[in-house]
């Protein structure tokens, strides 16, 4: 083998090496996604710190009717959405940094995107059953 084989075979194994974690041509929108969701969450936890903080030492009758109010309703699922998104975004970029195998990273990032999906639904469900 020459000189020249050999180069283009170490070339193609070290390329063979970084298979799958070179760009997808996603990780700008990953990213993007990422500082939306951020700024997206930052009024939203902000409105919710203070109508929680306001909730302080009413009654459970109290609470209900005020996750029950359509505007109430409606942030809170804003909320709960893109809280969980960005939660399962975040964890998915930790993982695919952290986790070197594979098969376990995508297998963790799977478990994590099943989970978020998991909670959020049910956390959207029970403020539905309370507001409708």
């Known amino acids: ?3 020249v084989s050999k180069v283009t075979v170490r070339q193609r194994s070290a390329l063979g090496r970084v298979r799958g974690m070179g760009s997808a ?3 700008s929108h990953h990213w993007w996604v990422q500082r939306i969701s951020s700024m997206a969450l930052l009024p939203l936890m902000l409105w919710f710190v203070i109508s929680v903080a306001s909730l302080a030492g009413h009654s459970y009758a ?4 005020w996750i029950g109010h359509p505007f109430n309703a409606t942030l809170l699922l804003l909320t709960i959405a893109i809280g969980f998104q960005h939660t399962a975004s975040g964890l998915q970029v930790v993982i695919e940094d ?3 195998d ?9 478990a994590v995107k099943a989970a978020c999906t998991l909670f959020g639904v049910l956390a959207a469900l ?5 507001a409708v």
Do not use: F
Not at 102 to 110: H, K, W
Not at 126 to 130: E, F, R
């Open 1 to 3: 083998m020459s000189d």
């Open 25 to 27: 041509k996603q990780g």
């Open 62 to 65: 109290d609470t209900i009717l």
């Open 98 to 100: 952290y986790v070197a």
């Open 102 to 110: 594979e098969m376990s990273r995508m297998a963790a990032v799977l």
């Open 126 to 130: 029970a403020v539905l059953k309370i």
